[in-house]
């Protein structure tokens, strides 16, 4: 069982997460090779 309950990212959060994760994956797939990379969500 959680803790705390499940709370909103903050925009600090989302920063971080998009500039930690995202451009990892970016860097990965660059280093493999790959031209391009497409990102989707909903």
């Known amino acids: 069982m ?3 309950p499940p709370s909103a990212l903050t925009p600090e ?3 971080g ?3 930690a ?3 990892a994956a ?3 797939a ?3 090779g790959f031209d391009g990379v497409n990102k989707h969500s909903y």
Do not use: S
């Open 2 to 4: 959680l803790e705390e």
């Open 17 to 19: 997460i998009i500039k």
């Open 30 to 32: 660059k280093n493999a």
């Open 26 to 28: 970016a860097l990965r």
């Open 13 to 15: 959060e989302i920063d």
């Open 21 to 23: 994760d995202f451009l």
